[in-house]
T-cell receptor, first 115, second 110 residues
């Protein structure tokens, strides 16, 4: 398996534009997580899904952020409109269900810069 | 709610020095505990884990022991190398999500 795949790796956009980040989890993994990493706040959990259903979105900072998982092999995180303070590295991770001692597997991240 | 607290960085050591990065946790139930490592420009990858009290996780010369009585999971390595320079995250798995500490940046000087 190629692991968790995120695209794009880097995104530079202007304030006010819509940004869509994409993630393909590892096949067979039932959990999908979106994290945001910044120097100030570290690694924050934004939202996670189980079997394509959003379970907890309490970490989503504002209504400008939305996430979807239309099927087991694809998820998107959308920011509309984007703002400079959204600049961060966004990670997607997946995890199999059934054993709570299993780790999450991370993608390489998307570095977002909003200018 | 569940939380993880790890020592603030950055930590700077000379090559071959002994390393300890402290981690304590708060959790209901019996979580699994993890250490992840992040190299520059990369995602997080699992370094080691422990699933129950007194378990010791180990990998690449790093070790950590699950101490329920002190709610701790400190990371240690006897002799660090320049290639160990990275950010280290302590984490716990409660119900179905994984909670991370803020990370500790480690610099190893040759």
């Amino acid at each position: 398996d190629a692991g968790v795949i995120q695209s794009p790796r880097h995104e530079v956009t202007e304030m006010g534009q819509e940004v869509t980040l994409r993630c393909k989890p590892i096949s067979g993994h039932d959990y999908l997580f979106w994290y945001r990493q910044t120097m100030m706040r570290g690694l924050e959990l934004l939202i996670y899904f189980n079997n394509n259903v959003p379970i907890d979105d309490s970490g989503m900072p504002e209504d400008r952020f939305s996430a979807k998982m239309p099927n087991a092999s694809f998820s998107t995180l959308k920011i509309q409109p984007s703002e400079p303070r959204d600049s961060a590295v966004y990670f997607c991770a997946s995890r199999p269900q059934g054993l709570l001692n299993t780790e999450a597997f991370f993608g390489q991240g998307t570095r977002l810069t909003v200018v | 709610g569940d939380s993880v607290t790890q020592m603030e960085g950055p930590v700077t050591l000379s090559e071959e020095a002994f390393l300890t990065i402290n981690c304590t946790y708060t959790a209901t139930g019996y979580p699994s505990l993890f250490w992840y490592v992040q190299y520059p420009g990369e995602g997080l990858q699992l370094l080691l884990k422990a699933t129950k009290a007194d378990d010791k996780g180990s990998n690449k010369g790093f070790e950590a022991t699950y101490r329920k009585e002190t709610t701790s999971f400190h990371l240690e390595k006897g002799s660090v190398q320049v290639s160990d320079s990275a950010v280290y995250f302590c984490a716990l798995s409660g119900d179905d999500k994984i909670i991370f500490g803020k990370g500790t940046r480690l610099h190893i000087l040759p």
